[in-house]
C-alpha cells in the first residue's frame, strides 16, 4: 500500500494558540467576565469561534487558562514575594507587586483577579467564585508564610499570621480597586509603604 500519499492526521492549528491566550488575557482584564463577548475575544485572539472552541473550550475554560496565565505572567510577583527571606519583606513585595501590575504600561489598570467579576450575573456566578478562590489561595499563601516568619522569630511571637495575610491581601486589592479608579502609580506607592509603617517586628 502507498503509505505515502495518506492525509496527515489533523490540521496544524495555524495560530500561536501562546500568543492568542495572552490576548484573551488583556480582553478580560480590561473588560471583566461578563463584559467579553466572544466577538471581542476571537476578534482580539485573530482566530474563529471554533478554532477558540477547538483550542481553549468553551468561554469559562477560556478565562480560567487567562487567569492562569495571569498568575505566571503579571501577577507572578506573589510567588516572588513570598519567597523573600522576611516578613517584611514579603509584605513589601507583594504591594509593590500589586502597584506595578495595577499601573503597567501597556496593558490594562487594575487586577484581572479583583475585577474579573466584581458584579456578576447569573452567566458569571461560578467564575465570581473562581476568581474568590483564587484570591484566597494567594492569603494563604501569605499566612503560611507569616506562621513560617512566627516561628522563625522574624515576627514577634503574639504576631496573628491570619491577620496579617488579610490585611496585606486587603490593601492590596484596594490598590488595584484605586488603579482602576485612576489613581497613580506614584500615589499607589506611596499607599503602599505607609500601610505598612506600623509593621509588627521583634
Known sequence: MDVARRSPIGRPRG???????????VVFWRQGYEGASLADLTSAMGITKTSMYAAFGNKEELFRKALA????????YVAKAIALPTALEVATAFLDGSVCASTQPGFPIGCLGVQGALAAGEN????????????????THLHDRFRQAVDDGDLPPDADPD??????????????????????????????AASLRNWPLT
Open 69 to 76: 496565565r495571569y498568575a505566571d505572567g503579571p501577577a507572578a
Open 163 to 192: 491577620l496579617l495575610a488579610r490585611y496585606v491581601m486587603t490593601v492590596a486589592n484596594g490598590i488595584a480597586v484605586q488603579a482602576a479608579g485612576g489613581s497613580s502609580r506614584d500615589d499607589l506607592q506611596r499607599v503602599a
Open 124 to 139: 458569571g456566578l461560578a467564575i465570581r467564585d473562581t476568581l474568590a478562590v483564587w484570591r484566597d489561595e494567594g492569603r
Open 15 to 25: 495560530f500561536d494558540a501562546d500568543e492568542a491566550l495572552g490576548r484573551a488575557m
